[in-house]
Every structure is written in structure tokens, then in C-alpha cells.
């Protein structure tokens, strides 16, 4: 559900941005889509929207969730300000790249790193493991941050909106595919231990 809410935004930009040249109109109020322009007032009014939703359903406020609102706000808010797409093009590379930071320096720093933060409270596996999935974690954030600038630079503008449309499932999905396939050996063997003390 919290995954959801996070791509009501994304979904908004998209339709807003499909609509260019459309003239909005409610009672006497009237608007003509511009673009990239309307679809990035859209995804900061959405954006908005979506953390007291967010609150409402869960109770908290994730700082993914934060942190990647600030980033729809500073980018969205320079792109509208300068009347320049690059800097909401950049956006999602900044974001990204800045997760792998995090994620990278998180194995030096401290007894657990984010991953194992995110989710050792319900997978027990071996620390190794965790250092493992952690680095995989890194080089998703760098390919993806990587792959957004590429997209952004080398193909129109109407195909980098649907490409960050409908790259975000499939990224996700591939990304919890790896880290499953790492965690597997480990969880089996946890199983089987489990089953061996048992009889």
C-alpha cells in the first residue's frame, strides 16, 4: 500500500504530461497543459498530498519517503523557477546516486548497514550476507541513477517520461528478485538447521 501511494505522484506526472496543449477547465477557472511544466506542478502538488496520506495510513513517515519528497521539491521547484526539464530529469539520478552513497558508506558505519536495518528484523541471515545484498543494493542505485541520465540524454523528452513510468515496476521487481536469490542458500540452510534441532 505505502509502495502505492509512492507512485500515485509518478502516475499523475504521466497522465498530466500525455495531456500537452489540453485546456483544463472547472467552472471559471481554466488551464492549458504545458508540458513538462504542468505535469511537474502536478507531481509536487500530488507529492504534497501524499505525506499526510501517508501518515494517515501508516501512523509515521518512512525517511525514503522524505527524503525522496524534498528531492521532488528541490528539483521540481528549480525546473518550474528556471524553466529548465533538466533539473527534473536529473532528479531521479541525484536521488539514486545518493542512495548508493548511503548504502556504500552504511558498511563502514556502524553494526548494521541500511539494508539489514530495512529488513534483519524479519530475515535472520548471516552478517556476510547481509554485506553482500548490501553491495548489490549499491550498484542497483548506481545503474539506475546511470541509466536515467542516459535515457534522459540520448532519447526525447515524451520517452523519458514513459520510460520513468514504466521502468519502476521492473526495476523493483528485478532488484527483489537478486536480493531473494542471495538470501535463499542462506534461509534454506537456517531451515534445515531449524528442523535438525527439532527432531
Known amino acids: 500500500m505505502k509502495q502505492l501511494a509512492e507512485f500515485v505522484p509518478i502516475i499523475i506526472f504521466f497522465v498530466i504530461y500525455q495531456m500537452d ?6 467552472m471559471d477557472w481554466s488551464h492549458t497543459v504545458d508540458g513538462i511544466y504542468s505535469a511537474t506542478k502536478a507531481l509536487l502538488v500530488a507529492t504534497f498530498f501524499i505525506l499526510p496520506l501517508q501518515w494517515w495510513l501508516t501512523g509515521y513517515l518512512e525517511k525514503r519517503l522524505l527524503w525522496t519528497s524534498a528531492a521532488v521539491f ?9 524553466k529548465n526539464e533538466l533539473f527534473i530529469q536529473w532528479k531521479p539520478t541525484v536521488f539514486n546516486w545518493g542512495m548508493a552513497i548511503a548504502f556504500a558508506v552504511s558498511q563502514f558505519w556502524g553494526d548494521k548497514n541500511l539494508i539489514e536495518r530495512l529488513m534483519g528484523s524479519q530475515i535472520q541471515i548471516p552478517r556476510a550476507i ?15 541513477g546511470a541509466l536515467n541520465l542516459f535515457v534522459a540524454y540520448q532519447f526525447s523528452e515524451a520517452t523519458w517520461v514513459s520510460y520513468k513510468m514504466w521502468s519502476f515496476i521492473p526495476l523493483t521487481f528485478f532488484i527483489m528478485v537478486i536480493t531473494a536469490i542471495i538470501m535463499s542458500p542462506s534461509l534454506k540452510a537456517d531451515d534445515t538447521s531449524n528442523t535438525t534441532g527439532g527432531s
Open 21 to 26: 496543449g489540453s485546456t483544463i477547465s472547472f
Open 74 to 82: 528541490v528539483f521540481g521547484g528549480a525546473t518550474l523557477f528556471f
Open 130 to 144: 547481509w554485506q553482500r545484498i548490501c553491495w548489490v543494493w549499491v550498484a542497483y542505485f548506481s545503474m539506475v
